[in-house]
């Protein structure tokens, strides 16, 4: 078998091969056996396996495993974008205080019904312990319109630059992601120090707060794959993850974050709906009543 080494593509042959993992690293355990140290390739997981159950991925196998993951995410984005129009023909009418705006129209002089909207959606600030995911999260923000910040920081390192970037940014909305899991053998799971990175997020989410106190000021997205989620919440997060302790997609915090950026400011976000619209759905993704982030203006401007 070739030996396992960082950068490899990896599956775990106890898990039958249900996971594709990046190698972070490759250490020698106390008791002399080799270990890895993994981090899911789509899925917001940290672990650790001995290299002896790890296999490498074929080339093939990988691009297929990114074709589906892309297809999702294509899925999901076209649902985005479909129920953003619908409501926005709504929020038009109600800004204009009944005039109904189109872009087609053919209004007599005087007539005010070709009128443009302009989108003024809430910002972002993403601090996200993995690059990867992070360029990913980026991308998807852009394709989305929806202007972000982000900023590759390890989970560890979040509690000690949020408050400085948020004083930097004044965001509408922080996102705190990364990896995290279960550590092996943990039974209590309310328990935050179970969990490889989740007191992280919490002790960030808390400084998060001394900035901000109010929810719907500041909103925050927080965690990861199995985090820790009546701690997270408890500590400030208006959405958090995990409620089942289940793995999270890469994108899931994006498509939470698009839902409040594009919420009017007058409209609490519909929860039901916002958690429907992740990868991952109920089982993963929780969270508190919270108000959108979004403005919309009239007229736009021709210049």
Request: glycine share 8%; charged share 30%.
């Amino acid at each position: 078998m070739p030996k396992i080494k960082e950068g490899d593509i990896v599956a775990r042959k106890s898990y039958g091969n249900d996971i594709f993992f990046k190698v972070n690293s490759v250490y020698q355990g106390q008791d002399g056996k080799d270990y890895a140290v993994l981090k899911g390739l789509d899925i917001r997981l940290f672990a650790s396996s001995l290299v002896d159950d790890l296999i490498k991925v074929d080339v093939k196998d990988i691009s297929k495993y990114w074709t589906q993951t892309l297809r999702k995410n294509e899925e999901v984005m076209g649902r985005v974008m479909k129920r953003r129009m619908d409501e926005r023909k709504d929020r038009l009418k109600r800004c204009a205080d009944g005039i109904c705006m189109t872009r087609t129209a053919q209004p007599e002089k005087g007539d005010d019904s070709d009128i443009e909207g302009f989108d003024v959606p809430g910002t972002v600030l993403h601090l996200d312990g993995d690059k990867d995911y992070l360029d990913l999260c980026m991308t998807t923000y852009r394709n989305l319109s929806i202007p972000a910040f982000g900023y590759a920081i390890d989970e560890e390192e979040q509690p000690k630059r949020v408050l400085a970037l948020l004083e930097k940014h004044y965001p509408d909305i922080l996102v705190l992601t990364g990896h995290d899991g279960i550590k092996k053998g943990a039974k209590d799971l309310s328990n935050v120090n179970n969990y490889h990175n989740s007191k992280y997020f919490v002790e960030a989410v808390k400084i998060a707060r001394t900035f901000e106190k109010s929810r719907d000021d500041l909103v925050i997205f927080a965690g990861a794959c199995q985090s820790c989620y009546e701690v997270v919440l408890s500590a400030g997060a208006n959405f958090a993850s995990s409620p089942k302790r289940v793995l999270i997609h890469a994108y899931d915090p994006v498509f939470v974050v698009e839902k409040i950026a594009y919420t009017s400011i007058q409209d609490p976000i519909a929860l039901r709906e916002i958690i429907k619209s992740t990868i991952t759905g109920f089982e993963g993704i929780g969270g508190v009543e919270t108000r959108g982030k979004h403005r919309l203006g009239i007229p736009r401007t021709e210049y």
